[in-house]
């Protein structure tokens, strides 16, 4: 069974940085597209980014592709989504998903496994 354990997460001051990683076990995480969704307090979870399996492809939301990029070593089977020019309306529960096809996708039925999330606060 494949597990996904995010990390990373903390309370930081608008205009900070902080790098969520995400750490998989127990599957085949080379061949696995990867992405990170997040859902703000009472709010649906949206997509934020994804990965192929071999990095070659990535693909970001608007609301954050000037800010926010994502990368994987798939030597430490690992996915990061750094993050900087944090805004409080980043304020959510980070989640790392896991896609068997390898491809860039974006949409949460696409993704076959999921972490319990990590909590990113931005104060004003």
């Known amino acids: 069974q494949v597990q996904l354990v995010e990390s990373g997460g903390g309370l930081v001051q608008a205009g900070g940085s902080l790098r969520l990683s995400c750490a998989a076990s127990?599957?085949?995480?080379?061949?696995?597209?990867m992405g990170w969704f997040r859902q703000g307090p009472g709010k649906e979870r949206e997509f934020v980014a994804a990965?192929?399996?071999?990095?070659?492809?990535?693909y970001t939301s608007d609301s954050v592709k000037d800010r926010f990029t994502i990368s994987r070593d798939n030597a430490k089977n690992t996915v990061y989504l750094q993050m900087n020019s944090l805004k409080p309306e980043d304020t959510a529960v980070y989640y790392c998903?896991?896609?068997?096809?390898?491809?860039?996708?974006?949409?949460?039925?696409?993704?076959?496994?999921w972490g319990r999330g990590t909590q990113v606060t931005v104060s004003p």
């Open positions: 990965i192929s399996w071999n990095g070659g492809h990535t």
């Open positions: 998903a896991a896609d068997r096809s390898g491809y860039v996708n974006y949409r949460e039925y696409e993704f076959d496994y």
């Open positions: 127990g599957g085949s995480f080379s061949t696995y597209g």
